[in-house]
């Protein structure tokens, strides 16, 4: 199966494919934790924390859940880059 996309990197070798991505989320409210449980009741969840604390969490269009040790902030900044850096290849 071919990657049709940019991967976006999540920190620790491990990538998702960014035109996937639907939110990255800071995973300390209520809401988070209740999706991230549901997540992992329903075999949805993705650990890519790889045994760090978890710092963010990213939603899928798949809606899949995954974990990452990476802050939310410097996730959705690495997407920005990678958004722009495309942009520009397309002109």
Not at 12 to 41: C, Q, T, W
Not at 43 to 62: E, F, N, P
């Amino acid at each position: 199966m071919a990657v049709s996309g940019k991967l976006l990197n999540i920190g620790f070798g491990n990538y998702v494919v960014a035109d996937r991505v639907i939110a990255i989320v800071n995973p300390n409210s209520a809401p988070m934790k209740r999706l991230k449980e549901e997540a992992k009741d329903t075999k949805r969840l993705v650990d890519a924390t790889q045994g760090r604390k978890t710092r963010s969490i990213i939603i899928t269009d798949s809606n899949h859940v995954i974990l990452s040790a990476i802050q939310a902030e410097t996730i959705a900044q690495r997407f920005a880059t990678d958004t722009f850096k495309l942009k520009e290849e397309e002109e």
